[in-house]
């Protein structure tokens, strides 16, 4: 790894693209119009140019930081819902149950009185 990439996982980079990281890169082609500025001018420049990069990648991390949440949130929702549904699953359960038992008992009752009937006859 190159003293670049360590500066990137220092930064907190958890991977890098190698694709994307060079120790080499590309030369910026400045144009006439900047090649005629003064000093200060160009100096101006690039520090306006910093800033709104640095803006800009502020605004990427807060989208991405909000994004994190809703996505944190809505795992949060589906777990709740999961264990709703878990709930409710074993709260028909029993009662499906329940329901079982007491007619079991009123077939067994029933099929008592029938014999006690034909017993009787």
């Known amino acids: 790894m190159s003293d670049l990439q360590d500066d990137f996982v220092a930064m907190g980079f958890e991977r890098l693209d190698e694709k994307y990281v060079s120790d080499n890169p590309p030369k910026i082609k400045w144009g006439k119009k900047y090649k005629s500025w003064s000093e200060e001018r160009k100096i101006a420049y690039l520090e ?5 990069m ?3 990648a502020a ?3 807060n989208e991405r930081d909000e994004l994190n ?3 944190d949130k809505k795992e949060r929702q ?6 709703a549904m878990r709930q409710n699953n ?11 038992a007491e007619r079991q ?3 067994e009752a029933y099929a008592k009185l029938k014999r006690e009937l034909k017993q009787a006859a």
């Open 48 to 52: 306006k140019f910093a800033a709104s």
């Open 59 to 61: 605004r990427l991390q």
């Open 105 to 107: 008992s009123y077939h």
């Open 90 to 100: 074993m709260m028909l359960q029993t009662q499906i149950e329940k329901i079982n």
């Open 69 to 71: 949440k809703l996505c």
């Open 78 to 83: 589906i777990e709740s819902l999961n264990e």
């Open 54 to 56: 640095n803006e800009a």
